[in-house]
Structures are given as structure tokens and as C-alpha cells.
């Protein structure tokens, strides 16, 4: 079946423009989560979501950072008037059930760079 | 907080050779505990996990991790490597314990595959 897809792939933004990343889970995959990764570094988690409930918001990075799930499935990641320092790749992965110990399957990211 | 460490940002084996990935967590209750592996351009693939039961795991690609708790390690071998083992590979925990569903990963550590 299909995995996890989110577009677009790349963006590019000028400092200050807003801009809006979609991830579309697996069918039927309760969580969805967002991650960013900066270079060279490991993902960093930022929010979590069970169905249309964003349950942990604890690792958005400021207030510019703005995250749905209205239908429980498809998400969207907003960064308003966005920094320099928000250039990174953004992840997205969802998993069946959320469990603990549930596999979390990512999709491609979506790299922003901001000029 | 969780963390998790992963010694050695490049390494680089010959073709056939054994692979060791090293990889330590830093609770003193044993969380769940992963490896992905991450191609070029691509999002994470999970290679193995450990929940409970057998510290010995395999995963995908030939890949085995041992969980020691007296080590609080989980370090990740293949016996013999081979060209398409080079990507980046991070070892993650689910901090279960502090009630989270994120994934808490590493740096990461680039395998290089020389011929």
C-alpha cells in the first residue's frame, strides 16, 4: 500500500513569507507525528496528534509554529513569518495505533530553506 | 530527560567487513529502543526494535542489535557489509516512561561503504 507522502518536496521561502506543509499518513493510521531535522543532526520531534487531538505540542519551537489534523487524517504545518533558522527538512510519520512502541513510518520530508 | 548517544559520526568499513554502530541511551528505566536507517532524499526506514523479551534483534538487511542493560547500550552489527548498506543510520528511544509517544533519535551516524 501506499506510505506516508508529503509535498510539497522542496520550498523555498523568503524570510518573513508564510508557508504550509501537507502530510497525508497511511490509511486508517490513528498518529501522526512532525519532526524537523536540521543538517546533519537527528530529527527533533515537534507534535503529535491521535486522530483530530493534537496531544503534544511540546516540541514546537515558538508560536510562529502552527499544526491541524481537522478530519484526522490529512495535517498541515504552518511557520508564519518565517526565520532563517527554520530552514531544515520536515518530517512527517504516522503510525497504526500510537502505541509506545508502535513502528513510526516516515515519509520523504519536505525541505524548506529560507532566504 | 532522555538522550541518546551514538559514538562516531562517519564510519567507514570495506565491503565484507563487520559493521558496529554504536549506540547509548541514558535512562535508568529501559525504554523502547530502535534503529532507522535514512538513503539520500529519503525518509526514515526502520531497521529493528526492541520492546521486551529476547535482547538479541533482528531486523531488515541482515542487521542485528543487542539491547545490555548493564551497558545501557544498543549497539547495532551486520557481519558483512555491503555497497548499499551506505546511508545514515539513527538509533531512537520512545521514552515511555515520561508517558510521550515521540521518538527521541541520536545524531545519527553516516556508514561509509568502501569497495
Known amino acids: 500500500g501506499a506510505g506516508v507522502s508529503q509535498s510539497p518536496r522542496y520550498k523555498v521561502a523568503k524570510r518573513g513569507q508564510d508557508v504550509a506543509l501537507r502530510c497525508d499518513p497511511i490509511?486508517?493510521?490513528?498518529?501522526l507525528f512532525w519532526y524537523q531535522q536540521a543538517l546533519g543532526q537527528g530529527p527533533e520531534f515537534l507534535t503529535y496528534f491521535q486522530n483530530e487531538a493534537q496531544l503534544d505540542k511540546s516540541g514546537l519551537p515558538s508560536d510562529r509554529f502552527f499544526a491541524e489534523r481537522p478530519e484526522g487524517s490529512v495535517s498541515t504545518l504552518k511557520i508564519q513569518r518565517t526565520q532563517q533558522e527554520d530552514s531544515a527538512v520536515y518530517l512527517c510519520?504516522?503510525?497504526?495505533?500510537?502505541?509506545?512502541?508502535?513502528?513510526?513510518?516516515f515519509g520523504p520530508g519536505t525541505r524548506l530553506t529560507v532566504l | 530527560a532522555q538522550s541518546v548517544t551514538q559514538l562516531g559520526s562517519h564510519v567507514s568499513v570495506s565491503e565484507g567487513a563487520l559493521v558496529l554502530l554504536r549506540c547509548n541511551y541514558s535512562?535508568?528505566?529501559?525504554?523502547?529502543l530502535f534503529w532507522y536507517v535514512q538513503y539520500p532524499n529519503q525518509g526514515l526506514q526502520l531497521l529493528l526494535k526492541?520492546?521486551?523479551?529476547?535482547?538479541l534483534v533482528k531486523g531488515i538487511n541482515g542487521f542485528e542489535a543487542e539491547f545490555k542493560k548493564s551497558e545501557t547500550s544498543f549497539h547495532l552489527t551486520k557481519p558483512s557489509a555491503h555497497m548499499s548498506d551506505a546511508a545514515e543510520y539513527f538509533c531512537a528511544v520512545s521514552p515511555w516512561m515520561d508517558s510521550s509517544y515521540k521518538l527521541i533519535f541520536g545524531s545519527g551516524t553516516r556508514l561509509l561503504v568502501r569497495p
Open positions: 510519520a504516522s503510525s497504526f495505533a500510537g502505541g509506545f512502541s508502535d513502528t513510526q513510518y
Open positions: 490509511s486508517g493510521h490513528v498518529s
Open positions: 526492541y520492546t521486551t523479551g529476547a535482547t
Open positions: 535512562s535508568s528505566v529501559p525504554p523502547y
